[in-house]
């Protein structure tokens, strides 16, 4: 997992948390990389804030951000991952002072978007997934397969 460090990191476990931390500032500009499937939770943040949210590109995704009142000047349709720099022109461009994001490992562009905030001294609001501990977990298919025999 990629170390955030302390400074200008904030970590929640839930999205309730995420929104009672959010709901002390206002006026502010947020940009929310939690995709689509969080989008009724983190509606609250619009309230005193202006909420940017950037979702896939797809009909399903805008047309729920539209219906949740989302309004189109605050729909980022992108589909990812995003560079360093593309992550800088977008915070720069809408003014962001607080990103919020979640684990997303390189294929999800995590180290990138961290890097921009470091440039631009954004603070992130970070969601911690909770680690999965699974009983049974194998990294040799055919040790998978003779346990799947027996």
């Known amino acids: 997992m990629l170390d955030y460090g302390d400074e200008n990191v904030f970590k929640f476990e839930t999205l309730s948390q995420m929104n009672e931390f959010i709901s002390k500032y206002e006026n502010k500009n947020i940009l929310s990389t ?59 461009q809408f003014n ?10 390189d294929t999800g562009g995590e180290r990138e978007k961290v890097s921009a905030c470091d440039k631009l001294d954004v603070e992130i609001v970070y969601l911690e997934k909770k680690e999965i501990i699974y009983k049974n977990c194998y990294k040799d298919i055919d040790i998978l397969i003779e346990n799947l025999i027996q």
């Open 34 to 92: 939690l995709g689509s499937n969080n989008l009724e939770e983190i509606k609250a943040m619009s309230k005193k804030n202006n909420l940017f949210v950037r979702i896939l590109p797809t009909t399903a995704s805008i047309q729920k951000a539209e219906n949740l009142g989302y309004l189109p000047k605050n729909i980022i349709a992108m589909q990812g991952p995003f560079t360093e720099n593309m992550n800088i022109a977008m915070m720069e």
């Open 96 to 105: 962001i002072k607080y990103l919020i994001t979640k684990k997303a490992g």
